[in-house]
């Protein structure tokens, strides 16, 4: 047996805590795999004395953990600090100076600094990985790196953000509302006090601008992102995607036009005979669409220890076997900056929803708008809300046409004194 | 730009047409990808002159393929010859004793060679991998290899076989019978002429061994596979099966038993909210569960040019790379020899069906060997069968017991006059 990997291990939240016991309850397996044990040689967090549940005695304490890199006994260093900039940013970058490897969780540091973290790995030839900042442990960065690395990509999608997820499932199967589905996500630690992060979908927009610049070898652009969140559909949005035979995903899709890039996360209707549409709960699942192997899809736990510490420790499985490779699958040099794509040609299905006061003369303002714009329509619901006074919600599913006419017919209804709320579109996840 | 990997490759049929043109196809990507140009040097098939849709003209020709990987022009043979034995196993032999690499499709040939090739590669140093050996082109093997590799699995299992997904989900959706919906697969070329290697459970047989040596660091041991297949599912048991909340699919499935190796391949009856009841078609869909990243389903194209192009291709950018790795995960000499797994302490709940004649004392016969043999009932459905004369259907869902107990009461049956098939006993996947 060759050498251990040294790891220094900076966080000790519940991931941290569940990579130390990873580490230790699969030692022999991962050693066999990888042809040399991994050895956590040293740990650091914020707070030394904290009860985690496990046994820190056999590792070293370092207190300055932007330090860690440096210590001659680390190999590698795993970080699992968190947050965009601030210590984690700061020991990324200490630590690949000091030539040694980066394994981090961290989407937000990856979406914002992940280019130039890897020119400075590139520069410093050190392995940099960060399969757990997308989708938990499903091995996706893998899949389209290297899996399915044969192809071009005409679309990467998935569900990449669980707490969103297990929100529209749970409105879905109880036909509660949006708020209160929440407060019961919050109370059983589904959902963080302040839930911004997640259901305004900067947490998916972290996920999707990594997969995007992975899969379309560009340079990483998160804050050209067009992401919004989940917080405006109503139950009675569900039941009419129901009805229409649909269910509500947060989608995150990236998609290359022409030397443009398209990314954005947004609540899509998906078609119930969609793989994506199975997918409940605090799942995650990816789907890439490649132009030889076709559709393939990804799908498991997209947050909790477990399986965030699965990524973590496959990355130091690689890093151990002297398989890491491009972070971003071609080299810095190479990654291009491409533009963000224009939306308003693009082609698609849309739902539309008002709610409306229930008076004579709404329905024909509203279709009045739909057909100056020249937005088609294919089906329309309108069905009396009782809980909401005298509303009416008014719904509706276009034909195939472009997005800046649904935008233009939603613009001339804007601050019409018949709208009581603005109105809502989704897209249709196309096949 | 580094120099290319000079690629052989034996057997043009539609898989080695397809590498071809994805090879041409996406030249630039993968070269930016792995680092280096993919360049087919040599190509050899049976027949020369036969018209393949393709140019082969920039390719040199080789006649005797069994000496291609001897050529000085070839880093990497690509053997898609197919065959257990014969040629193909003839040029991986002499390819790797050449010191060169070998990427193959050839499920066939790892289920019966594959430890034997994976010892002559490590001891010639040289990269053997067949991602497109099972599942097509979902990268599933690199899933267990790499991206799962911290975990131990407590099962591996999935949808291997395209042709009989093709087959059972379209006996779902039009409710005709087995032998009628094989008709229509052969005319539409989605089953073989000769389809008994498909729907026998041979060719997911291969598949389930390849996966269970990687998951289990086994010796590879297809003999061992208990493998049936689909040809006695009847129209009716899919429609009892519906009115049960389960659909029919044939799962191969992998599980450690102790020091012991349980590999079997079985319809199963699946519930509507596993993922895989929403896996139809040609599809195939693998899904590993790891002690601690939870269940990881991989789902794709099983079959077909382009999505088997697209694995081979994935462990060529591999090899351009440098990241080829030990083919069952561990090395050769780690590898354990796993005896074969008892069944009938396994437990669970089975579907048994009975045909037999309307005629009084039948039902009270079969609920005494039922009784007799300790099997507890859950759920019994008979219903008259019109099509078949006189003769009933009795299907019955078990609680859960152990397998021999099921056994025994089949057993007890055995050449009773009231019944007027064999009956057909299918497991129910458990969560």
Known sequence: MSEPLRIALAGLGTVGAGVIRLIEANAALIARRAGRPLQVTVVSARDRNKDRGI???PYAWEDDMVIMGERADVDVVVELVGG???PALALARTTIEAGKGLVTANKAMIAHHGLELAQKAEAAAVPLKFEAAVAGGIPVIKGLREGAA??????VYGILNGTCNYILSTMEDTGRDFAAVLAEAQAKGYAEADPAFDIEGTDAAHKLSILAAIAYGAKIDFGSVDASGIAKILAADIAQADSLGYVIRLIGMAEADGDRLFQRVQPHLVPF???LAHVDGATNAVVAEGNFSGRLLFQGAGAGDGPTASAVVADLIDIARGEA???FSVPVAELVAMAPAETGHRMGRSYIRFVVADRPGVLAEIT????DAGVSIESLIQKGRHEEGGDVLVAMVTHEG????VAEAVRLLEGSASLTRAPLVMHILSD
Do not use: I, V
Request: proline letters at 12%; hydrophobic letters at 30%; charged letters at 25%.
């Open 368 to 371: 009045a708008a739909m057909r």
């Open 55 to 57: 046994d820190l005695s």
């Open 84 to 86: 965009s900039d601030g």
């Open 150 to 155: 044969a192809n071009e990509f005409s679309r």
């Open 325 to 327: 490779g491009a972070p």
């Open 273 to 275: 005979d969609h793989p």
């Open 402 to 405: 472009p997005e800046s006419a």
